[in-house]
């Protein structure tokens, strides 16, 4: 899609972070945009910074659940018109050994980071498809999404790797249908995603001791300063817009994962028979 001026933009994780910098430079595009999240204030926020440049509307959603999903696209496109650009963008970050991963951590990872995607595209693809006015979506995954490396973890890394698959295939099967799929699989980017997925995740998952919940906040506070080294919200924001305009399905934000990717390429290609 070359020209996103006037277009309606559903933008799920909308207010803080990378959903936050996709917002503003449609914004700056000239897209109309509805935000949907959990975070209230950060809505608010989000609105009060983004209402002088173009029509923004925020909708509080959690994208785990089906029911309000599917009202609240009904309530964007009666305000808002049609929605044609997608960004499936909420997630959460949990880091937890193997071992000591619970069902209440899958289904916490899995519900966000995959059925949220899944929600997402159930509830406006057909919209899309039938009314026949092109569209583009974006699904967010992760470097943790092309290859697995030391500290990705391995629940973040199965949602991500779905977030890929599906995004590859839909990529394919709408060929055809004038919907332009992306994929974003960023590197480290600056936003607060460790803690803020700590503060929401499933407590006492696991029993820790208060020594070992100590060194858990010391780490969790090591990735989080890694990442406050990473690109920034707004330059991705950027980049999004122009794999939209360019129709490209992949994008990444840094060479951040160049070499696990080579490695594993090769490991796949060394496998076959
Ligand atoms: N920050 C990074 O380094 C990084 C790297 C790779 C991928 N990502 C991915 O980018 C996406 C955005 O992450 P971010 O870094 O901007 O994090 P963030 O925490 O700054 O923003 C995520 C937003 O999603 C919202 N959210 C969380 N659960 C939700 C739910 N159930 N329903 C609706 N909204 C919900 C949060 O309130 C928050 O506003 C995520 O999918 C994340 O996995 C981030």
Redesign the pocket.
């Known amino acids: 899609m070359t020209d996103v001026s006037g277009r309606i933009a559903f933008i ?8 936050l910098g996709i917002a503003r430079s449609l914004a700056r595009a000239g897209a109309k945009l509805a935000l ?4 209230v204030a ?1 809505l608010a926020r989000a609105k009060a910074e983004l209402q002088g440049m173009t029509q923004v509307e925020t909708y509080q ?4 659940d089906r029911i309000a999903y599917a009202s609240t696209a009904d309530e964007v496109e009666s305000r808002l018109g049609p929605v044609s650009l997608l960004f499936n ?5 949990v880091a937890e050994a193997p071992a000591k991963i619970n069902y209440d951590l899958w289904d916490f990872a899995l ?3 995959v059925n ?1 995607v899944i929600n997402g595209v159930q509830t406006f693809l057909r919209r899309m498809v039938e009314r026949r006015q092109g569209g583009h979506i974006v699904n ?5 999404g092309l290859a697995a490396t030391t500290g990705s973890g391995v629940l ?1 890394c199965t949602t ?1 790797y779905a977030v890929v698959g599906m995004s590859e295939a839909l990529n394919v099967e709408l060929r055809g249908a004038d919907i332009g799929v992306s994929v ?10 460790v803690h ?2 700590h503060e ?1 995740a499933p407590k006492g998952a696991v029993q820790l001791s208060a020594e070992h919940e100590k060194r858990r906040a010391g780490l969790r506070e090591q990735i989080n300063q890694a ?1 406050q080294q ?1 690109t920034s ?1 707004d330059t991705v924001g950027e980049m999004v817009l122009r794999a939209v305009r360019e129709n490209r399905l992949y994008i990444h934000t840094d060479r951040f994962m160049e070499e696990p990717i080579k490695a594993r390429t090769q490991a796949l290609l060394a496998a076959l028979p």
């Open positions: 799920t994780g909308g207010a803080n972070g990378i959903g949907a999240d959990v975070d950060a959603l959690d994208v785990r963008n909420a997630g959460v970050l519900g966000i980071n949220g967010t995954a992760s470097g943790a973040y991500k974003l699989c960023p590197g480290p980017v600056a936003t607060g995603i803020r997925s929401v990442l990473g919200p």
